[in-house]
């Protein structure tokens, strides 16, 4: 009996244990199914694609937390003066406000890149670092037309991040953020790109630069200026915002492609400025109907709207409803493909672009300028929102709020100028020049003239709140 259980055991493995499962490579219908084994073995594949331990280990030591500290004027309630008179009146205006975000690390010797608004109008930054040390910040440069600014802290040897290829980051591709939400330090997040090139218009900056890399990684608030990592832990951008309803993350987060970030910090780090390259055109994206209308066969490009007179594209002979199409040969699909390719290059810079003019095709040689029309670098607090000497930026909703006003561009940096000279400080709001409205650097500069001699007057509203109107000359 021994024996013949044995037998039987030893028939059962050989006939029906030991054998290899059989893969199904065709139907009841008699169709070949040739793909079956691609399928399990991209399925293989994939469960190596999405082990993040790596990446992980690598990005959360180069991720910091940034924390600020301003202060910020109360709004006037004339319904409390009313109530109590003086004593209200004596109450401080001004109260300390607490901020926080995220930062990366992309040198061994203490540089950082977060994202402006984190520390915008900041008073003190402090950055604490994943083992828990704790320094404080200084701001190498900022720039609001990309919402990147760089810091740098007083360290050597630290852990940093090396730039990743967000040009070729393709939709699907799994990305890991890491951030620092809700104040939660070295919190990693998983997503994949879901779409890239997103313009969303959440830049106030007259030379804003927007297209997004848009994946489902979870971001809330203290994320931004975090890293978004490959699988491979190369910095592929840097996050920035989600659209929600509630404040937090309901399916969507954003982060600035590295291919954006890369050339500004090269220029705040090597000029404390970003050395913008214009073409002097408005642009907007090639509809169907355009598209009809100039009898493109594909509906891409960025169509012209307007040329700026004496600009780049001026030079080049562009005129209005021209479409271009691609950049030094990169195809241009839309108005923020062709920002990106732009943003790359730095005034003085040639380029050749291509057209499309009643049906016809043509390229020429563009040399890109600066916002002042000539090819030369930009000096230190001379940028594209600076005007005899003070950088300007269009007022927020909160600054609109709390001085009750309509329009104006607030003085953020002061340099040697005009603005100085006359006495102006850092925080000024302006609301007219030569009883002109502005809203914007470029209003600034067409309302104030070419000399200082132009400057007749200047109405606005002080960083305390008190309104006031200087007259100049005759």
């Given at each position: 009996m021994a024996i013949l259980g044995a037998a039987i055991a030893l028939f059962a493995y050989t006939t029906i244990i030991d054998k290899p499962a059989a893969i199904v490579v065709k139907d009841?219908?008699?169709?070949?199914?040739?793909?079956?084994q691609a399928y399990l073995t991209a399925l293989q594949?994939?469960?190596?694609?999405?082990?993040?331990?790596?990446?992980?280990?690598?990005?959360?030591?180069?991720?910091?937390?940034?924390?600020?500290?301003?202060?910020?004027?109360?709004?006037?309630?004339?319904?409390l003066e009313w109530f109590y008179g003086d004593r209200y009146g004596s109450r401080p205006r001004e109260r300390e406000v607490a901020g926080f975000g995220s930062g990366v690390i992309i040198s061994a010797d203490g540089y950082i890149i977060t994202n402006n608004h984190v520390i915008e109008d900041a008073e003190n930054i402090e950055v604490k670092l994943n083992d828990n040390r704790i320094f404080n910040a200084t701001?190498?440069?900022?720039?609001?037309?990309?919402?990147?600014?760089?810091?740098?802290?007083?360290?050597?040897?630290?852990?940093?991040?090396?730039?990743g290829d967000s040009d070729n980051l393709k939709i699907g591709e799994w990305v890991l953020a890491v951030g620092n939400p809700f104040n939660l330090t070295s919190t990693v997040t998983a997503g994949i790109v879901s779409a890239k090139g997103r313009n969303l218009g959440i830049l106030d900056d007259d030379y804003r630069i927007e297209s997004f890399i848009q994946t489902d990684a979870a971001l809330n608030m203290g994320n931004s200026g975090g890293a978004l990592v490959d699988t491979k832990g190369l910095l592929v951008g840097i996050t920035s915002a989600i659209y929600s309803?509630?404040?937090?993350?309901?399916?969507?987060?954003?982060?600035i492609p590295v291919s954006i970030v890369k050339k500004v910090v090269e220029d705040l780090r090597q000029y404390g400025e970003v050395q913008r390259a214009l073409i002097g055109v408005v642009m907007t994206d090639v509809t169907s109907e355009i598209a009809e209308e100039q009898k493109l066969a594909e509906v891409k490009g960025a169509i012209i709207t307007e040329v700026k007179e004496g600009s780049a594209a001026a030079d080049a002979n562009l005129k209005e409803k021209?479409?271009?199409?691609?950049?030094?040969g990169?195809?241009?699909n839309s108005s923020s493909e062709l920002q990106v390719q732009v943003s790359k290059h730095r005034p003085g810079d040639k380029v050749n672009i291509t057209y499309i003019r009643n049906g016809k095709e043509i390229t020429v040689p563009i040399t890109m300028k600066n916002f002042a029309g000539t090819t030369g670098v930009v000096a230190r607090g001379m940028g594209a929102g600076t005007v005899f000497g003070a950088r300007f930026e269009s007022l927020s909703s909160n600054d609109r709020k709390i001085f009750g006003i309509e329009n104006g561009v607030k003085i953020v940096e002061l340099n040697d100028g005009l603005f100085r000279d006359l006495g102006l400080k850092k925080g000024t709001i302006i609301k007219s020049i030569n009883n002109k409205k502005v809203?914007?650097?470029d209003d600034v500069r067409q309302a104030a003239g070419t000399s200082e001699k132009s400057l007749k007057s200047i109405e606005g509203v002080t960083p305390d709140g008190r309104e006031f109107y200087f007259q100049y000359g005759k």
């Amino acid at each position: 009996m021994a024996i013949l259980g044995a037998a039987i055991a030893l028939f059962a493995y050989t006939t029906i244990i030991d054998k290899p499962a059989a893969i199904v490579v065709k139907d009841s219908s008699g169709t070949e199914m040739p793909e079956a084994q691609a399928y399990l073995t991209a399925l293989q594949m994939q469960e190596g694609q999405v082990d993040f331990k790596y990446a992980a280990e690598q990005t959360v030591h180069a991720v910091v937390h940034v924390r600020t500290k301003s202060m910020v004027r109360e709004p006037e309630n004339p319904i409390l003066e009313w109530f109590y008179g003086d004593r209200y009146g004596s109450r401080p205006r001004e109260r300390e406000v607490a901020g926080f975000g995220s930062g990366v690390i992309i040198s061994a010797d203490g540089y950082i890149i977060t994202n402006n608004h984190v520390i915008e109008d900041a008073e003190n930054i402090e950055v604490k670092l994943n083992d828990n040390r704790i320094f404080n910040a200084t701001v190498i440069g900022r720039d609001p037309s990309t919402d990147i600014a760089l810091i740098k802290i007083d360290a050597k040897g630290l852990s940093y991040l090396r730039y990743g290829d967000s040009d070729n980051l393709k939709i699907g591709e799994w990305v890991l953020a890491v951030g620092n939400p809700f104040n939660l330090t070295s919190t990693v997040t998983a997503g994949i790109v879901s779409a890239k090139g997103r313009n969303l218009g959440i830049l106030d900056d007259d030379y804003r630069i927007e297209s997004f890399i848009q994946t489902d990684a979870a971001l809330n608030m203290g994320n931004s200026g975090g890293a978004l990592v490959d699988t491979k832990g190369l910095l592929v951008g840097i996050t920035s915002a989600i659209y929600s309803p509630s404040g937090a993350y309901a399916g969507n987060s954003f982060a600035i492609p590295v291919s954006i970030v890369k050339k500004v910090v090269e220029d705040l780090r090597q000029y404390g400025e970003v050395q913008r390259a214009l073409i002097g055109v408005v642009m907007t994206d090639v509809t169907s109907e355009i598209a009809e209308e100039q009898k493109l066969a594909e509906v891409k490009g960025a169509i012209i709207t307007e040329v700026k007179e004496g600009s780049a594209a001026a030079d080049a002979n562009l005129k209005e409803k021209d479409v271009i199409v691609k950049l030094d040969g990169e195809p241009i699909n839309s108005s923020s493909e062709l920002q990106v390719q732009v943003s790359k290059h730095r005034p003085g810079d040639k380029v050749n672009i291509t057209y499309i003019r009643n049906g016809k095709e043509i390229t020429v040689p563009i040399t890109m300028k600066n916002f002042a029309g000539t090819t030369g670098v930009v000096a230190r607090g001379m940028g594209a929102g600076t005007v005899f000497g003070a950088r300007f930026e269009s007022l927020s909703s909160n600054d609109r709020k709390i001085f009750g006003i309509e329009n104006g561009v607030k003085i953020v940096e002061l340099n040697d100028g005009l603005f100085r000279d006359l006495g102006l400080k850092k925080g000024t709001i302006i609301k007219s020049i030569n009883n002109k409205k502005v809203n914007s650097a470029d209003d600034v500069r067409q309302a104030a003239g070419t000399s200082e001699k132009s400057l007749k007057s200047i109405e606005g509203v002080t960083p305390d709140g008190r309104e006031f109107y200087f007259q100049y000359g005759k």
